[in-house]
Nanobody, 116 residues
């Protein structure tokens, strides 16, 4: 499995911006897709954005136009740029990697709180 470490969460005011970063280490050469999920209290994790090997991206409808996922293969990082944050974006955000023959790997999560 690959090890994932997130950074960049915190407290931000409504309408603000935030950039989350995830660094992969270990057996990262076989990653087919990376993504960001979020989890609200009492709920299961839900997909926010994915980026596939080759650059294709996929977004949840609720974040389209506000969230942008990008990757830097040389640095083994995947970032999530978030604009126009809303209080309902408050959640724990998790980095995810999917590898053929291995499945999912998860980071420890980073808290994003949107509040005035």
């Amino acid at each position: 499995q690959v090890q994932l470490v997130e950074s960049g969460g915190g407290l931000v005011q409504p309408g603000g911006s935030l950039r989350l970063s995830c660094t992969a280490s270990g057996s990262s050469g076989s990653i087919s897709a990376m993504g960001w999920y979020r989890q609200f209290p009492g709920n299961e994790r839900e997909l926010v954005a994915q980026i596939f090997d080759g650059g294709h991206t996929n977004y949840a409808d609720s974040v389209k136009g506000r969230f942008t996922i990008s990757e830097d293969n040389a640095k083994n990082t995947v970032d999530l740029q978030i604009h126009s944050l809303k209080p309902e974006d408050t959640a724990v955000y998790y980095c995810n990697a999917w590898q053929i023959g291995v499945g999912d790997s998860w980071g420890q999560g980073t808290q994003v709180t949107v509040s005035s």
